[in-house]
Structure formats: C-alpha cells, structure tokens
C-alpha cells in the first residue's frame, strides 16, 4: 500500500487533533467501536452514516452551535457550564464522540455514551430571560431545551450535507427519521420523521418569538467567526464559517446579524473539503472499526 504524501498526513493530523483529540483519529473511544456485540441503532451505510461520515459535518458543526445559540435558554447553558471559550477542542471533541459513539457505536457503546452525557447534564441548572422578556430557570434536561438542541442538530448535518455532500440513501425524510432515534435516545419526544416536519418545529420556535438575539448570541457569533486556529487551519475554517452562514435562511441570517459572503463560498468549501476528505481517506476512520465489528457479527 503506497503511503500517503506527507502534507496529506499533515492535514489528517490536524484535523483529526481538532475534530477527535488524536492526531491519528484512533482515540480509545473509537478503536472500541470494532468491540460489541450488536449493530447497533443505525444501519450500515445508511442515512445517518452516510450523513455523519460526509465531509459537509465540518460546516454542520460550526452551523449548529449558531442556530442553538438563537434559543436563550439552550445559550445560556452553554454560556454558563460549557468550557468552549477555555477549551473550544476540547468542547468540540466532546460532541465529535457522541456522535460518532451513537452513529456508529453497538447499542450497548451508545447507551453508555448517552448516559455520560446524561451525567454532565444533571449539573446544568440557572436562569434565563426567555424570547418574551420574561425570567425562566433551565436544566440541561429540560424537555424543550433538549428538543431545541436535538431540532438544531438535525437541521444543520441535513442542510449541510445538501449543499455540500452528495446523495442520501432515502432522501432527506430518511436522515431525519434515522437520527430521530438519537432524539429519543435524549428523551426528545416524539421528535420530526420528515424534512417538512422539521422545517415547520424550527420555524415555529421563530414565529413564537422563543428565539432571540442579544449581547450573548453576538458573543458567540464573534467567537465563532476567528476561533484560535492559525495558519491554513485558520484560512480554512473562515471558509468554512462562510459556508455555513451560506445555508441558512435570510430570517435565521438576519437574527443572527449575519451576511453571505460576496466572495465564492461554494467553491472553495468543495476544495477544502475535497483535500479533507482525500487526507481522511488516507487511514482508517471511526466507520471502519464499526464495519470490523459488523464483519465479526458476520453482518
């Protein structure tokens, strides 16, 4: 097998520090994805693999933390317990591994995945000033705030895989039915089967006036926009942010305080993610320790 070229294993080695906290993207949590005993919740090759393994979840990330900022109280959780300005990796390889774990994890990997979660989240408690002006307290296991979370999630790997990934066994109803499981997974009830369904929940947050922009969401838009990445990561992450402005609604833009940008934004995210996907290729990936243990099960 003829290796890689050395700025390839470069890339990968960077992008997978950033995204899974290894630079060779074997963290322990993903070489056990090959131990287990079953399938899994989600099928192989299926919508949510084949969403979550596109390179448009590089875009999806950075647009799901600024569409869950718009909902005061999902904000304010982050704003008050999350490390993500300290330790803006760190916060993000924490997410990388429960969506990974529960994509492509047994049930059993899954289950224990969400638990941990469950854990850090029985701590998170505080107050809030809702979309109405009026005082609220939150818990991170708040039925509504778990669902906001769960609908913004959805909507960003979905929108995001459209503009920048390629075709989705089943369409865009088949992704947000398969990752509804994940949903349930956090207690979110009843949570959307069809890619109207979903449209017509977050416009509802919208219309209902539960969204709101103030001095928080503006903070952490400006974070978001120049985190500390230099160099060409840095170079590519603006890009990236630009791509995923471009995906949003105007009214989701516009309560954002956000513009597309003027320059050619589509372009150079497929180039970026071309070169991404092409240095991630080079060596072994979280799905393929689960295709070792579908191989075992002889699945």
Not at 17 to 33: E, F, K, Q, S
Not at 259 to 264: T, V
């Given at each position: 097998?003829t ?5 390839l ?26 131990q287990g005993?079953?399938?899994g ?9 084949t969403?979550?393994a ?10 799901a933390l ?10 304010a959780?982050?704003h ?15 997410t ?5 774990t529960l994509?492509?994890g ?12 469950g ?13 109405d ?19 913004a999630?959805?909507d ?6 459209q ?25 979110v ?5 069809t890619?109207?369904?979903?449209r017509?929940?977050i416009?509802?947050?919208?219309d ?10 503006d903070?952490?838009?400006r974070?978001l926009k120049?985190?500390?990445f ?18 949003f609604?105007?009214r989701?833009?516009?309560?954002l305080?956000l ?6 934004v589509?372009t ?13 290729g ?14 075992r099960?002889?699945?």
């Open positions: 097998m290796s890689a070229p050395p700025y294993t470069r890339i990968r080695g960077r992008v997978l520090t950033a995204l899974a906290g290894d630079p060779t993207g074997m963290a322990p949590y993903v070489r056990a994805l090959a005993d079953d399938a919740h989600f099928a192989e090759n299926g919508p949510a693999w969403v979550h596109g390179m448009g979840t590089l875009v999806a990330g950075i647009r600024l569409l869950q900022a718009l909902h005061p109280g999902a904000l959780g982050v008050d317990w999350s490390r993500y300005r300290d330790d803006p990796i760190g916060r993000l390889t924490g990388v591994r429960w969506v990974i994509t492509y047994s049930t059993e990997q899954a289950d224990a995945e969400t638990a941990r979660v854990r850090f989240h029985r701590r998170v408690q505080g107050e809030y000033v809702a979309g002006g009026s005082a609220r307290t939150y818990t991170a296991e708040q039925t509504d705030l778990v669902r906001w979370v769960h609908l999630f959805t960003a790997f979905l929108r995001s895989h503009a920048y990934g390629g075709p989705i066994p089943g369409g865009p109803d088949a992704y947000v039915a398969d990752w509804a499981t994940a949903g349930r997974l956090m207690r009830t009843d949570p959307p089967l890619d109207a369904a979903l017509a929940e416009d509802g947050y919208l209902r006036g539960e969204l709101r922009r103030d001095e928080r969401v903070d952490v838009v974070f120049k985190p500390p230099t160099g060409m990561m840095g170079v590519a992450y603006r890009v990236l942010f630009a791509a995923a402005v471009a995906t609604p105007p989701i833009r516009r309560m305080g513009r597309r940008s003027w320059l050619p589509k150079a995210t497929r180039l970026i993610l071309r070169v991404t996907e092409r240095a991630l080079s060596g072994p990936r979280a799905q393929d320790m689960a295709r070792l243990r579908l191989r099960l002889g699945r």
